[in-house]
T-cell receptor
Framework: DSGVTQTPKHLITATGQRVTLRCSPR?????VYWYQQSLDQGLQFLIQ???????AKGNILERFSAQQFPDLHSELNLSSLELGDSALYFC??????????FGPGTRLLVL | DAKTTQPTSMDCAEGRAANLPCNHS???????VYWYRQIHSQGPQYIIH???NNETNEMASLIITEDRKSSTLILPHATLRDTAVYYC????????????FGKGTRLSVIA
């Protein structure tokens, strides 16, 4: 158990819909990272937050957004969903010591 | 793009040492070598990391060559539960930065 929690574990929705994925970092970790893992793309970095502020952006679509709240939990919002958005979504958290610890992931299926 | 090269797959007999190689010939002096593994769609699990000295923890040993251009992750007594995809990642030592995952090595531990 990494100490990082993600909800929900599974999510099934339809094209065009919007979903919110939630991540609670390990106690004391200020950084949260979001990654997407699809069958054809592997694990890809989406976005990073540090203490409530956006720190870095990766291959994140404009339809996707994220935020980190004062209690340091983070949410990833996916809108206008397409079939190709079906994937595993992982968050990871880290302290200033930089080792990232990953949550169990949310499996999203868009039908 | 990932800055590492790993074999696509490897087999190891249960109880034997698993030696997973990684080439990172373009590594710079301020970059660490990190190893993670992913067991069947679970969240990536941190294993070990190092800068230039060999490292050992309860999970594995990391051997880094003197020129730092390659490294080997050693699982001393592989079990069936070690079957996973193993990722070797190079990342800067300073600051919180995203991980860049390659395709990793799929290790199969065989009874």
């Amino acid at each position: 158990d990494s100490g990082v929690t993600q909800t929900p574990k599974h999510l099934i929705t339809a094209t065009g819909q919007r979903v919110t994925l939630r991540c609670s970092p390990r106690s004391g970790d200020l950084s949260v990272y979001w990654y997407q893992q699809s069958l054809d793309q592997g694990l890809q970095f989406l976005i990073q937050y540090y203490n409530g502020e956006e720190r870095a952006k990766g291959n994140i679509l404009e339809r996707f957004s994220a935020q980190q709240f004062p209690d340091l939990h983070s949410e990833l919002n996916l809108s206008s969903l397409e079939l190709g958005d079906s994937a595993l979504y992982f968050c990871a958290s880290a302290t200033n010591q930089e080792t990232q610890y990953f949550g169990p992931g949310t499996r999203l299926l868009v039908l | 793009d990932a800055k590492t090269t790993q074999p696509t797959s490897m087999d190891c007999a249960e109880g034997r040492a698993a030696n997973l190689p990684c080439n990172h010939s373009t590594i710079s002096g301020n970059e660490y070598v990190y190893w993670y593994r992913q067991i069947h769609s679970q969240g990536p699990q941190y294993i070990i990391h190092g800068l230039k000295n060999n490292e050992t923890n309860e999970m594995a040993s990391l051997i880094i060559t003197e020129d730092r251009k390659s490294s080997t992750l050693i699982l001393p007594h592989a079990t069936l539960r070690d079957t996973a995809v193993y990722y070797c990642i190079v990342r800067p030592a300073s600051g919180n930065t995203p991980l860049v995952f390659g395709k990793g090595t799929r290790l199969s531990v065989i009874a």
